[in-house]
């Protein structure tokens, strides 16, 4: 069995990629939040022609209403 | 953490024409593999299907439809549906349109010369790597080719958050590719032809650590990950828990890659490695269900649509059928029920039920869901669509349960002992005879499935014809994502962040290299049987004999490897020790029993018996199932070869002398007139000895004669 | 219900069913607003996927008064983030997918987004704006959108310490995964008898990959062990500590020696499981504390600040120490200062718990979170916002909520005893067993160790408190302490206060005494209190309101109390008529003169009323058999009239009492008596009785006496309090029995050996888990429930 010597190794180097990629992963913050992601891919990017026009102007906000 | 549109934006569309062509090459493909399959399925129901022609023979069929199954059918539909996925995920176009046709060319020219090969017989006999070197290779590179391209669309991508789907494709990306690389290492003899480095129960070691992981790697996680995709999106809500959902991966991907000696239990097999792939297989039971419910539950609140929308409605069967898969997977790798079912249709009814069930209905879903999406139109017809459904599962329902029967009916049959510790049914033909009617459902249930799957087709066309015409490359616009740093992000976090595409591809090259230098000791190392143990290996002939078994194929049917449990060894003679197989290069153990164990099965009965039941199975066992052989009667054995093959054999350990490989031919001849020298009375062919025939009885006599 | 709905209409934006005319399709202004905005922009896809995944609780939108000028203030943005072009919102109200979908339209909807990011769980939106944009605007659209944001602290330290942690966190159970998942690899192979040199090789393995384990991943263990051993009690790290320690040394032999199993399988699964159920715990308590976040926003406002004859806007986070900021009527108070100019009437309630109005003027003090009823005036800053004692006061009970609830007594009690009786168990069963064999006799100790896991006390009962605290914060009842509950149990008199408890301290007018020929002049009375704000006068004027304007010159008030104008010609006067004014309690005063010209024309009796759920209350109270009391320290004709309402005997109520006579009373049976109250004027007997509730009354004071405090005088709290305390202890009760079964039996198998350290470990977290999960499932039902209740009462 021989053989063992080389697949155990190599077991152990696949989870190595793993965990440490799993840490990468924390520690860039990738499961800092774990509910906004699954609505997001709800979301469908529609095309974009022009830039939307502003909500409420500059001068109304100033006047609050 | 996820970055919106903004005032600053890079524009930049999605390559949906590369998501076209795969889904056009997962139909035709689709197609290709269900053919083949029911071609297969009516020779096992009556052997006149083999149409008396090499290339037609199930030996040589058997791996087309599976090679077919998984790497063009669901391959194909894999790729389409990561790359459509993926550029959406990460809001950017593919890393390189070029990279994406040479994937989809390469990997379509590779399927193409699997389906002319493989009916040649040009195999390496190991099951879901059955071709040659040279196409090995070709897989390799088209798929550091695709890694290439997802990971460069991974490292453009303008959102932050790598959704979990992605995280699915990356682990498959990369132990496929592990895995391909390690189970293909073999040392070429001709440019058709090639050795595995490993021999008898390593070889079989590797090749179920291979085999159970490409079901892993492949039918599984690229899946689920479309899985975890496709049905939020089909059904308009998030998934159940994303938590679940990461866990469900993590899990996975440390618990996976050890469950492939379940494979092998009772075999030749040290007894702690069986135990450990039961334990480890009886574990992915608990992640696989976590997976299972959490897509289910998605679709809470939304059963409603299930059913009415096909799509849903497909996607919610495949979890069914998935669910079903990992449960029966466990059970079958518990020693106790493994011993009935190994070897017996029980496993194809198994098998069957992932890759029709799960892989197939979650891809037919999927292109439901993909088709009408891509062209910016509406589905043709839910009516065919649903026709489709209930067609195809009617389909699948014939074909597991027709083979359930089957595999326990023969499981019990040829274990079954009577009081006086004789076999009760010591012929195992009698077996076969009970269980052909279920074959013939089977058929049937394939080519309800087949019907189905048509339906769609045609579905799919309407749809695409109806499709407005040349329609423009849609614009999108996101921010780049370095622009925005989200305050989560310390200063430290982002220099991680910039080493993470590199990271994967340095952790690649780890493992290949890894491998690499592990690999050498493998190869310098043969003794891993005692010396004293050790048989003298096979002469020249036998080898030559050995190839045509390959070629033709017979390890679909025939095992060579007799588990250490009563029934076997009443049936077949004592249990296959490690020794037995340790020049098997490649191992023979086989997966399947439609024909007799053949480990023992040397001088069983004489060559002339052998000689007849190759040219008429039916001359000697009137009901066999097996084709007849008869080009094995007048193409002629390739005698010059055999010391080049002989010296690759010596490379990989082989105890073969200098002069022994030197002499190899005449030593073959000379083996080969005395065989045809004993079957001449009876056998009208002139130059016999040179038949290939002669050196397939040689071989044959030999089994289990050390 | 059903016929209401009928006649009900669901408003077209926030789906909340409202009695509409005809044309309306709105509940609101504001919802009509928005609904309007998304046609413009055509975003209405809003409400087609909203019907995807429909939000439970519909919520109308508050249209936001607030200007938000503040938030492009430098010094502001230097306070709060760490880039001056990116700024944090709290946001109220985001609570289905579609919020999350039209939120992702920012950066369309306003000009000054560049880039934005939401954060779901936490409902914040990180804003990065144009160079030319404001965060004015984008919180100005923010709020019109309905979602009420309020500018936080990206840079709060208290913040990115939870984060780091966590991701420390799941980094060691990361690890710990990995190492444990690889290390069964082994060990199974090894279990099921890999032969000899493979054998060695994969121990060899095992303790290397155990080593990351039980250094980095089980460091927080060591580090509650040493603490606790520092201040010399027990904690439950400390036997994981000890089993981990004895393992390794064992394990070590072992491998050595060759010796049958080296624990460091069994070891690192135990420091996994550990981990992971700790992390999941820490989760939802957290979740619960962030539940009172928004407190911290109460003093962030847009104030001006004065500087010599020109006027600024500015965040009140940024008021700094002498200071001269513009207070307008209607405002929260931002910091601690004094007067300079002007006067007003401020309601300090929530401080001091007077709820009738102060007067101050030029040189008073005041204090931030005070309310300014009335008057324009002038505040110098000594204390700034974050440094007032009201910010200390919400810290502390902040504070309070979230250290408390793991401090159960019963619950540290039994566990003392329990780990001490595992460990002595341990001892003495190596002790035993170690003529057949140190190892032998230590893995069955290590099994125990491992299998009796303290599980249900150091998770199972605080999270069931935590629960317990959480549902009562949803009922606006603050616990100062978990124990809380464990006491209510064993209450068995009730103790009223009455003014300000039993009553709701409004003065009602309920009859006037006056000559019908002088009936004319009572209009007057309207025009002497038209500019009084104390409870008194707001009676007065309910009671006698005319339109009318009449000037009565000027009002003056009146050293003895009361309030005299000459209106026409003659003096009218309001005074209070004498009583027997008892110095126990300052009560409030109850009769007045009216009088004309010096001689009194009509006689005005006011009365501080029963508050209407004080009934039901009682009521309850005898299906519980609770013994009722009332302890006043007012006179007994209100008292007795008041207790006459509840229909209770003549012993059952006091009148007269000062503060510690009350508390006297208390005492003989303090354990078995919870004691309702005003938290200033009942403090001493607040603090005597087993439970004291402050109804009214200072936060700080209240919490310092008593052990809840009732955001809003409700005492249909107390029956609630009580139900939340039953389950609670019902859940513990179980927990408490499961795991004691569990291990009962599993200990007497580790004892007698039949269990292996790996199986104790893979048994072990099946108990905690069985037992959490019930925690868990109670709890949440108990919240929920809880909810409901609120729904129906409110």
Redesign the interface.
């Given at each position: 069995?021989n053989i063992?010597y080389f697949l155990?190794p190599l077991?152990?180097l696949l989870?190595?990629v793993?965990?440490v990629s799993?840490?990468i992963a924390?520690?860039k913050?990738q499961?800092?939040?774990?509910?906004?992601p699954a609505?997001?891919i709800?979301?469908n990017d529609e095309p974009k022609t022009k830039?939307?026009?502003?909500?409420?102007s500059?001068k109304d906000?100033l006047r609050?209403n | 953490?996820?970055?919106?549109?903004?005032?600053?934006l890079e524009s930049y569309s999605y390559d949906d024409d590369i998501v076209k062509k795969f889904i056009l090459a997962t139909v035709i493909w689709g197609g290709v593999s269900f053919l083949a399959g029911i071609l297969i399925a009516l020779q096992m129901a009556n052997y006149r299907f083999n149409f008396g022609l090499p290339w037609l023979t199930f030996g040589r069929l058997r791996p087309l439809h599976t090679n077919a199954a998984i790497f063009a059918f669901a391959g194909n539909a894999i790729f389409a549906g990561i790359y459509y996925s993926t550029q959406r995920l990460c809001k950017a176009r593919n890393f390189s349109d070029l990279l994406s046709k040479i994937h989809f060319w390469g990997w379509q020219a590779i399927i193409v010369s699997a389906a002319l090969t493989l009916p040649l017989g040009l195999s390496q006999s190991k099951e879901y790597a059955e071709l040659e070197w040279p196409i090995d290779i070709a897989i390799t590179l088209v798929w550091v080719v695709f890694a290439i391209n997802f990971f460069g669309t991974l490292v453009r991508r303008r959102e932050r958050h790598l959704y979990v789907a992605l995280w699915f494709y990356i682990a498959t990306i990369i132990t496929v590719a592990v895995l391909h690389i390690v189970n293909s290492i073999e040392i070429p003899v001709s440019l058709f032809q090639s050795y595995p480095v490993y021999a008898g129960v390593q070889d079989a070691l590797v090749q179920w650590w291979y085999g159970h992981n490409a079901v892993a790697f492949f039918l599984t996680t690229p899946f689920l990950g479309l899985m975890y995709y496709f049905i939020p999106k089909a059904a308009?809500?998030?998934v159940y828990s994303y938590r679940l959902s990461i866990i469900h991966f993590?899990?996975l991907v440390?618990?996976y890659i050890?469950a492939g000696p379940h494979h092998l239990l009772y075999t030749a097999l040290?007894?702690?490695?069986?135990?450990?792939g039961m334990?480890?297989s009886l574990?992915l039971w608990a992640p696989s269900w976590g997976g299972m419910i959490n897509g289910l539950l998605t679709l809470r609140?939304a059963w409603d649509r299930v059913r009415t929308e096909p799509v849903l409605k497909f996607m919610a069967t495949s979890l069914t059928f998935y669910g079903m898969a990992t449960f029966e997977g466990p059970l079958l790798s518990i020693k106790s029920v493994s011993s009935i079912a190994h070897y017996t249709d029980w496993i194809i009814a198994h098998v069957h039920g992932g890759t029709l069930g799960w892989n197939g209905f979650l891809t037919f879903g999927m292109l439901y869901y993909l088709v009408p999406k891509i062209f910016k139109t509406e589905l043709y017809s839910r009516r065919l669509a649903n026709m489709h459904f209930w067609i195809s599962t009617i389909g699948i329902f014939l074909y597991i349960i027709s083979m359930w029967a089957s595999g326990i009916t023969q499981g019990l049959m040829l274990r079954a002992i009577d009081e006086s510790g004789r076999l009760v049914y010591p012929d195992f033909i009698e077996t076969v005879m009970r269980i052909v009617p279920l074959y013939w459902v089977r058929a049937i249930g394939g080519m309800l499935f087949l019907a189905g799957f048509l339906i769609m087709c045609w579905n799919l066309y309407k749809t695409w014809k109806q499709a407005p015409k040349n329609q423009p490359e849609e614009v999108y616009q996101a921010?780049a994502l370095e622009?925005?740093v989200?305050?989560?992000t310390?200063d430290s976090h982002r220099r991680l962040e910039r080493l993470m595409p590199k990271f994967t591809i340095f952790a690649f090259l780890a493992i290949v290299v890894g491998s690499v230098v592990e690999i050498l000791p493998t190869l310098v190392m043969h003794t891993y049987v005692t010396s004293e143990k050790a048989i003298t290996p096979y002469s020249p002939l036998e080898l030559a004999g050995r190839d045509i078994y390959v070629r033709e194929g017979c390890y679909s049917c025939h095992s060579q490897m007799i588990r250490t449990i009563p029934s076997d060894v009443l049936r077949y003679g004592p249990a296959s020790k490690p020794e037995d197989s340790m020049y098997d290069h490649p191992f023979q153990w086989g997966s399947k029993r439609t024909g007799p164990d053949l480990a023992r099965i040397g001088n069983k009965y004489p060559d002339l018996w052998h000689f007849r039941h190759m040219l008429d199975p039916r001359s000697v066992v009137p009901q066999s199932l097996m084709p007849e052989y008869s080009w094995l009667f007048n193409q002629k054995t390739n005698f010059s070869a055999l010391n080049k093959k002989l010296e690759v054999m010596k490379q990989l350990g082989v105890p073969y002398t200098n002069e022994q490989i030197s002499n190899a031919h005449l030593d073959a001849k000379l083996q080969a007139e005395k065989i045809a020298s004993g079957l001449a009375a009876d056998a009208q062919i002139k130059e016999l000895e040179s038949r290939e025939i002669i050196a397939v009885i040689a071989y044959i006599q030999r089994l289990g004669k050390n | 219900m059903e016929s209401q709905t009928k006649l009900q209409t669901q408003c077209l934006h926030c789906r909340t069913l409202f009695f509409a005319g005809p044309d309306s399709q709105f509940c609101c202004s504001g919802c009509a607003f928005v609904f309007q905005?998304l046609e413009q922009?055509n975003l209405t896809d809003f409400y087609k996927?909203r019907e995807?995944?429909p939000p439970q609780s519909p919520v109308p939108v508050q249209p936001v008064?607030d200007?938000f000028e503040y938030c492009d203030d430098k010094y502001f943005l230097t306070e709060v983030?760490?880039d001056a072009r990116?700024l944090?919102f709290f946001l109220e109200g985001v609570n289905c997918?579609a919020c999350?979908?039209l939120l992702?339209?920012?950066?369309?909807?306003?000009?000054s987004?560049?880039?934005?990011?939401?954060?779901?769980?936490?409902s914040t939106i990180?804003i990065?704006r144009?160079e030319a944009g404001?965060f004015?605007?984008a919180a100005?659209?923010l709020a019109?959108l309905g979602f009420n944001p309020r500018a936080v602290s990206?840079?709060n330290s208290l913040e990115?310490f939870k984060?780091t942690e966590?991701?420390l966190d799941?980094?060691r159970i990361?690890?710990a995964?990995?190492?444990t998942?690889?290390i069964?690899?082994f060990a199974?192979?090894?279990?099921?008898?890999?032969?000899d040199e493979?054998r060695l090789m994969f121990n060899y393995?095992i303790v290397a990959l155990a080593f990351p384990v039980l250094t980095f991943c089980a460091f927080p263990f060591y580090r509650n062990a040493w603490a606790a051993l520092r201040t010399k009690n027990l904690n439950l790290d400390l036997p994981i500590v000890i089993s981990i320690l004895a393992g390794v040394v064992m394990g070590l032999h072992g491998l050595i020696t060759g010796a049958e199993n080296i624990y460091f399988d069994s070891l690192s699964m135990l420091v996994f499981l550990l981990l992971s159920s700790r992390f999941w715990l820490k989760g939802i308590q957290q979740k619960f504390i962030s539940a009172n976040h928004i407190q911290d926003h109460l003093l962030v406002r847009q104030v001006t600040v004065l500087t010599d004859k020109l006027k600024s806007q500015i965040s009140s986070m940024l008021l700094k120490e002498g200071q001269l900021v513009e207070i307008r009527s209607g405002m929260v108070i931002p910091a601690d200062g004094v007067v300079i100019r002007g006067t007003g009437q401020i309601q300090t309630a929530i401080l001091t718990g007077e709820s009738s109005p102060i007067l101050v003027k030029t040189w008073d003090t005041v204090e931030a979170g005070t309310y300014n009823i009335e008057g324009d005036w002038v505040l110098k800053v000594s204390r700034p916002p974050l440094e007032s004692r009201f910010a200390e006061l919400l810290e502390s009970s902040k504070k309070a909520l979230l250290n408390k609830p793991t401090q159960v007594k019963l619950a540290d009690n039994v566990g003392r005893w329990f780990i001490l009786t595992t460990f002595a168990l341990a001892l003495l069963t190596f002790a035993f067993n170690a003529s057949s064999g140190t190892a032998e006799a230590f893995s069955r100790a290590l099994a125990l160790l491992i299998v009796t896991c303290p599980c249900v006390f150091g998770m199972a009962i605080p999270l069931s408190i935590s629960f317990a605290i959480r549902a009562a914060a949803q009922n606006d009842i603050i616990v100062k302490d978990g124990s809380l509950f464990e006491r209510l149990l064993n209450v068995r008199h009730l103790f009223f206060d009455k003014t300000g408890t039993l009553t709701d301290g409004q003065l009602k007018v309920t009859s006037v005494h006056c000559n019908p020929a002088n009936l004319k002049y009572l209009k007057y009375i309207y025009a002497l209190e038209r500019n009084q704000k104390h409870p008194v006068a707001t009676a007065l004027k309910q009671y006698f309101y005319n339109s009318d304007e009449m000037d009565c010159g000027k009002v003056q008030e009146l050293v003895r109390g009361g309030l005299q104008a000459v209106i026409d010609g003659s003096t009218y006067s309001i005074t209070p008529i004498a009583l027997t004014n008892n110095g126990f309690e300052n009560q409030i005063k109850s009769e007045f003169a009216f009088s004309k010209d010096g001689s009194q024309i009509a006689a005005i009796k006011l009365v501080d009323q029963l508050r209407e759920e004080a009934p039901e209350v009682f009521a309850w109270a005898k299906r519980e058999k609770f013994s009722t009391t009332i302890l006043s320290g007012d006179q007994p004709a209100t008292v007795i009239q008041c207790a006459r309402e509840l229909g209770l005997t003549s012993d059952l109520f006091r009148s007269r009492l000062s503060a510690n006579e009350k508390a006297e009373i208390i005492a003989p049976n303090a354990g078995t008596s919870m004691m309702i109250g005003d938290g200033a004027n009942d403090a001493q007997a607040l603090a005597t009785a087993g439970v004291g509730i402050a109804i009214t009354g200072a936060l700080d004071v209240s919490l310092k006496a008593a052990d809840a405090y009732l955001m809003q005088p409700d005492l249909r709290k107390i029956p609630r309090l009580f139900e939340i305390a039953r389950k609670t202890d019902r859940a513990i009760k179980r927990n408490l029995s499961i795991s004691a079964s569990f291990n009962l039996i599993a200990g007497t198998i580790a004892i007698s050996g039949h269990m292996t350290p790996l199986w104790a470990a893979v048994f072990m977290p099946l108990s905690s888990l069985i037992v959490l999960a019930s925690a868990i499932i109670t709890g949440t039902r108990l919240t929920k429930q809880i909810e409901t209740l609120k729904g129906i009462h409110s």
């Open positions: 069995m063992v155990i077991a152990l989870g190595g793993f965990a799993f840490i924390v520690v913050g499961y800092d939040d774990l509910e906004t609505y997001k709800l979301i830039m939307a026009p502003d909500l409420i500059r906000s609050g | 953490m996820e970055i919106k549109n903004t005032n600053k308009g809500r998030p993590w899990s440390f618990i050890w040290p007894d702690w490695a069986q135990t450990l334990v480890f574990m609140g921010p622009k925005f989200s305050e989560k310390e | 905005l922009k996927i995807l995944d008064e200007s983030s760490k990116e944090t997918t999350v979908w992702d339209k920012l950066p369309e909807i306003c000009s987004v560049e880039a934005s990011t939401i954060n779901f769980p936490n990180h990065r144009t404001t004015a605007l100005e659209t019109r990206n840079k990115t984060k966590r991701k799941l980094i990361g690890i995964g990995a190492c998942g690889n069964m690899i199974v192979s090894n279990y099921a008898g890999a032969t493979l393995l």
